[in-house]
Structure formats: structure tokens, C-alpha cells
């Protein structure tokens, strides 16, 4: 191939010109985006940029230099307008066409909006009041707006809208958000999880109004659909986003939720997709998903290089998702695919005390992991150790018996609470009991290996695609964690894990 396309210019799109490099291709890569910049990141824009902490000079992916040296032939500030499948084309809103032998397509997502918020909905302007946040012109256009005085309203308390309420809250802003579901975040969280981090927002001053739907961004502020006016300067619509798929309109490629990708991310021969425009069938899961995670940008913008240049090796694309999300000194980190679970243990810390992992469940698998206010990647003594315990099939008496615990090595746990079964008073490590979670009988003592220790493994390995980490996130429980047999009572999955004995 001498002659390959990549629309978008961000993360997927940068990732994948910069594979293709890396593997030693060395013809012509065509890189268009439609935004003026050079590719840049965008979850600083809801955290350091919004906060003010950030200028906008340290979001750039890579510094001019390192982009040059790729020698790209950089369309920056035009739109692709559309596909010629047969013709091998991808037509510019300049009139040029582009011709291509292979095309990554990585256009990513943009706001949903709602009406009245200026966008030519013929519904209103917003009173120039609304904003969305998806680029560096939107996260300074708000940051300009908020501080102390100021009133903004936040609709939708998604990842989002839940990390701009904090910032705006910090920099203090009176935020109300609006959420039309009970408890924000539930179907990705869980009801428990979404509801310690409601509680966050109330703690911090902000005013969560969930239930509510909004109707429209009107004059003063935005209107419920009970006809309610909330007052507010300033409107975030934060209510999720659409594929930029429009571009393709008639091409022939399948759309729906975003572009339609086989397990190597192909959607037409020699054409692919990465990123959040992505909808690809993810093997590991055995279930199609499209992602709007960071990491997943790059990771499967790499992907697809190696598989557009090495059609006779593809790969199919089979990552662990990773995504991160800060709110006030909440750091959350989740591995794995947490949507549509159908069960939520926590496994280690406290709700009440927004410090903990979950472990979600589907079928009997561990779907994922989340941990709030666990360091990241972090290596403390023992860390090593960690990491090889559950691949190397370390089993949890060996550790309890070298009197280390997961976070200080040969320390004690720090004190009442910090035990996972929340048992009072010192906890050296723990044994191990599963109880049935619906009889509680008891289903194992002294069992194999440790669940904690997996979950260790799940949120500090330093890369979500690490071969023991897929193996860890997909085995199914009963072998992942400990021996547990299945209740013979209700035949039910035991979650529960009781601390018996200090074993020091
Ligand atoms: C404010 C914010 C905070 C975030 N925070 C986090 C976080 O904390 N953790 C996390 O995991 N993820 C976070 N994300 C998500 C993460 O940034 C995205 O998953 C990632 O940017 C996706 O990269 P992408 O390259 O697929 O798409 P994008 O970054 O959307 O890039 C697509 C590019 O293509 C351009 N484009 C679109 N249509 C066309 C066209 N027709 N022609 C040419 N160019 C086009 C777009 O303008 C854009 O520049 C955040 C996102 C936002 C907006």
C-alpha cells in the first residue's frame, strides 16, 4: 500500500499514523480532521483545563516536532463529507478527494443536545447560556463563565457532567444537577456505587436533583418538563453523545450506534474503525460494544494499523476496558465492562467511606472491576507480589502465611473498617469464608486464592490488555477467586467474604 487515509484527528486517529510508522510503513498517511488544532486530549478539558490549573498549551498529544516527524500529510480544519466505497475515495468540504488503498476511520463522537441550546434546532440560542464540552473551544468558552457569583445548571450527571459539577463546585460555582434517572450512573455502576457517589456531590454543596427530566435550555435558565423553571447563568448539557457517522451517510458501510466493525475492527474490506465511532465485536466479551474511553482510543487506533498493514496476521481486537474518572478527591477506576451486570460485591473498603472495589458479575463471570479512591497502578510492597499472585496461582495462605497484606507489606491493616468483611478492630489478613448470599450458609474455609489479591491485579496492572489481566477479567468466579462451590441450597453464586481469624 502507498497511500492511506485517516479521518479524525484525535486520539484514534493519531494513535493509529503513529503505528503505521512504527511498523515500518513508509508511503503516504493523509491525517484529516476538522478541527484546526493539532490532535489533542480531551479528558483534561472536564478536569484541568475547566479547573483552570491547565493552559490550553499542555493538551497537545505530541509536541510539533514528534509530529512532524512523522511526516504526515496533515488536513487540519477540513471535514470529510463522504465515502466512495468502490471509488477508493474520501470527499473533502474543500472539494478535494482524497483517493486511499486503506482508510482508518476514527471521527469519534459529539454532544446529544437538547432544545433551545443554540443548536440550530431552530429551538432558541440558548440566550447564550448553553454549553457542551466535548472540545478545547467549549471547556474554555464554560471556564470563562464559572467561579464564585456564578449559577450553573448541569444536565445529565453521566461521567461528565459529574466530573464539570465538581470542578465548577471547586471553583465555586452554585451547581444544581439535573438527572432523570433515580441514581445517577446506575446502569453503569450500580445502584450502590451511583448512590456514594451522589452523596459525594451533596457533601461537596452541589444540589442533585434526580428524577427530573429536562425539557429545553429557555430564558433564565432550563425548563423541567413539569414546566419548572431552575435558574441558572450557565447550562452544561452533559446528556451523552452521537456517533459522527453522518459522513458516511451512503457509503455503504453499516451504521447504528456508530460504524459497524467486525472482531479486527473492519468495517469494509481494507476500511476500519477505532475509537469512540467504533461499534466492534469484542471476542473477550463475545458481545459487540462501542467505547468512549480513552485508553480504548489508542489502544484500538494501534489495532487497526497492525491489521490494515498485516491483512494475512490480523488480529481480532480483544481488549479489557479501562476508563478513569475524577470527581472532587475521588479517583475512579473501573476495568472490564460493567454494563448490564447483574450483580455487585464489594470486595474490599467501605461504601460509606469512598474507598473501595467492586467486583461486578455477569453469568458467572467477573465482568469487571471498580475501584474508587484505590491508588492507581500503584506499587506498593508487595506490589510484585500482587501482580504474580493470581497469573502465577499464588494461593492466598502463602501470603497470609508471609504475614503481608495487600497494602503494607508486613504492616498491619491500618484499623477498624479498612477490613473487607468491615470487621472491627486490627486485621492482620484475612481467611477466607464464601457464604451463600441469599441463605449465608457457609460454603468454604481457609479458601484458595485470594479474591482481594485478584483484584489487586485487576486495578494496578499498568496495562488493561495485559495478557493476565484478560485472562483474570473473563475466567469464570468459581475459578477466579476462591474455591467456592455453588450453594447447594439456592445453587447461587456466594459473594460474600467474611474475615474469620487474624492470621499473623
Ligand atoms: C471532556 C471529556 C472528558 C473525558 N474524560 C475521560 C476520562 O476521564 N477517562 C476516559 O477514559 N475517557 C474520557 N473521555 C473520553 C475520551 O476523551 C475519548 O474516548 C477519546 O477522546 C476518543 O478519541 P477518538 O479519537 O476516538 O475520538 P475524538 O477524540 O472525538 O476525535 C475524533 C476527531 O475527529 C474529528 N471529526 C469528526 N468528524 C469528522 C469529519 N467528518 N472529518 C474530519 N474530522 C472529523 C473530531 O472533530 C475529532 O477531532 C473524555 C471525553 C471528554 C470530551
Known sequence: MKQLVVVGGSAAGLAAAETLRREGYEGTITLIGDEPYHPY????????????????????LRAPADLDALGL????????????????????????????EGLVIATGVRPRRLPGDGNGDGNGDGGG??????TLDDALALRDRLGPGRRLAVVGAGFLGAEAAAVARGLGTDVTLLEPAPVPLA????????????????????????????????DGGVRLADGT????????????????????????????????????SAAAPDVYGAGDVARWHNPLFGMAMRIEHRTNATEQGMAVARNLLRPDERRPFAPVPY??????????????????????????????????????????RVAGVLAVGMPRRRSAPGGRRSRRGPRGGTRWGSWCRRGRNRF?????????????????????????????????????????????????VLIRSPGASAPGLRRAVTRPIATTSTRRPRCPTTASWAVSWACSTPTR
Not at 76 to 90: F, M
Not at 230 to 243: F, K, M, N, R, T
Open 229 to 264: 423553571l431552575v435558574e441558572a447563568d450557565e447550562v452544561l448539557v452533559a446528556i451523552g453523545s452521537v456517533p459522527n457517522t453522518g459522513w458516511l451517510e451512503g457509503s455503504g458501510l453499516t451504521l447504528g450506534d456508530g460504524l459497524e466493525c467486525d472482531e479486527y
Open 41 to 60: 486530549d480531551r479528558p483534561p478539558l472536564s478536569k484541568q483545563i475547566l479547573g483552570g490549573q491547565w493552559e490550553p498549551d499542555r493538551v497537545p
Open 73 to 100: 500529510d496533515l488536513r487540519l480544519g477540513v471535514a470529510a463529507t463522504g465515502l466512495d466505497l468502490a471509488g477508493r475515495t474520501v470527499a473533502l468540504a474543500d472539494g478535494e478527494r482524497v483517493p486511499y
Open 129 to 134: 447560556r448553553a454549553h457542551v464540552l466535548r
Open 323 to 364: 476508563f478513569w474518572s475524577d470527581q472532587y478527591d475521588l479517583r475512579i477506576q473501573a476495568h472490564g465492562h460493567l454494563r448490564g451486570h447483574e450483580e455487585v460485591a464489594i470486595v474490599e473498603g467501605a461504601l460509606e467511606e469512598r474507598k473501595f472495589l467492586a467486583v461486578y458479575r455477569s453469568g458467572d
Open 187 to 218: 446502569p453503569a455502576v450500580g445502584e450502590r456505587v451511583g448512590r456514594v457517589l451522589a452523596q459525594a456531590h451533596h457533601d461537596h454543596g452541589v444540589d442533585l436533583r434526580t428524577g427530573v427530566m429536562v425539557a429545553e435550555v429557555a
Open 408 to 456: 503494607g507489606g508486613c504492616r498491619p491493616w491500618p484499623g477498624p473498617g479498612n477490613c473487607r468483611a468491615g470487621r472491627a478492630g486490627p486485621c492482620y489478613g484475612h481467611r477466607h469464608e464464601a457464604r451463600c448470599h441469599r441463605c449465608t450458609r457457609r460454603q468454604d474455609d481457609d479458601a484458595g486464592e485470594c479474591p482481594g489479591a485478584l483484584i489487586d
